[in-house]
């Protein structure tokens, strides 16, 4: 069975640095492209940017970019989101999923993860 | 950017009731890459219909999609109580964008 976990809620200060995570199960972690959606309260949808575990490629929209570092840990069928100074406005739930095609960088997204909630308040 | 824009914003039907749902883009998607997701309270969104029409797996095939070019629909021919929700699509053919959703709740 194919399972996206991510990390639990968190709660920072602005200026704070973080990292939520996102552990694949069930499936082979380095062949299909792992996506990052933002979420803030009561809005729509937003693509953040994907990850290729298998080689590390990384592509950001560029409303992220420069904002958000994503990574994976393919030893740990892991990918991350970071953020090296959190401001409040990144209050949002943050989702992965996985690319429903193996090994394409365009396609839509058939398992996600529960969704971690990041709150960044003073 | 292509910009995917969505409407009604909100729609109210009652269950056994037909719902249409629309989303336009500002330039044609090339490859016939969009899809449809539905996303319920406290909930992340669920993959419903890919490349314009072909369903997910496990998708009842009361959902239906739609469509070419710049404008595509998502059909639910008999609303079923479990499908009052927000409707979302995507296109993933130039970069990627979400349209801003379509509120479906109970009449």
Known sequence: ???LVQSGAEVKKPGESLEISCEASGYSFTTYWIVWVRQMPGKGL???????PGDSDTRYSPSFRGQVTISADKSISTAY?????????????????????????SSSADYWG???LVTVSS | EIVLTQSPGTLSLSPG???TLSCRASQSISSSYLA????????????????????AAGIPDRFSGSGSGTDFTLTISRLEPEDFAV??????????TFGGGTNMEIK
């Not at chain 1, 970071?82 to 406005?89: E, T």
């Open chain 2, 17 to 19: 009731e037909r719902a």
């Open chain 2, 87 to 96: 409707y979302y699509c995507q296109q993933y053919g130039s970069s990627v």
């Open chain 1, 81 to 105: 989101l970071q953020w090296s100074s959190l401001k409040a406005s990144d209050t949002a739930i943050y989702y992965c999923a996985r690319h429903r095609k193996p090994g394409y960088s």
């Open chain 2, 36 to 55: 449809w997701y539905q996303q319920k309270p406290g909930q992340p969104p669920r993959l419903l219909i890919y490349g314009v029409s072909s369903r």
């Open chain 1, 46 to 52: 937003e693509w953040m940017g994907i990850i290729y």
């Open chain 1, 114 to 116: 529960q969704g971690t």
């Open chain 1, 1 to 3: 069975e194919v399972q």
